[in-house]
């Protein structure tokens, strides 16, 4: 069974950047596409990019292009979210995910099956 960890988070100013890590253990990523949810208070979990397998095909909400990037390090079975100029509104935990197939799809929750614990993400001045 997979296990993901997330990394990365913590308190940054707006306009800051911040890059979160998705490890995984006891599966290769290499064949899925992972993703990244986020999840503020009081507001619905929302798909903010994804990446398909073997370097495929990427995605990003409308919300954070231009600003975010994912990628994946096979070789490290880890995958990647480099976010620069942030904004207080990109305060929430952060989730990766790992998909059931090689392809994000329609890029929705319930196409993902594992999960992280999730790490918190908090831009403030």
């Known amino acids: 069974q997979v296990q993901l960890v997330e990394s990365g988070g913590g308190l940054v100013q707006p306009g800051g950047s911040l890059r979160l890590s998705c490890a995984a253990s006891?599966?290769?990523?290499?064949?899925?596409?992972i993703g990244w949810f986020r999840q503020a208070p009081g507001k619905e979990r929302e798909g903010v990019s994804c990446?398909?397998?073997?370097?495929?095909?990427?995605y990003y909400a409308d919300s954070v292009k231009g600003r975010f990037t994912i990628s994946r390090d096979n070789a490290k079975n880890t995958v990647y979210l480099q976010m620069n100029s942030l904004k207080p509104e990109d305060t929430a935990v952060y989730y990766c995910?790992?998909?059931?197939?090689?392809?994000?799809?329609?890029?929705?929750?319930?196409?993902?099956?594992?999960w992280g614990q999730g790490t918190q993400v908090t831009v403030s001045s």
């Open positions: 995910a790992m998909a059931y197939s090689p392809w994000c799809s329609g890029f929705k929750s319930h196409d993902f099956g594992s």
């Open positions: 006891g599966s290769t990523l290499t064949y899925f596409a």
């Open positions: 990446i398909s397998s073997r370097d495929g095909p990427t």
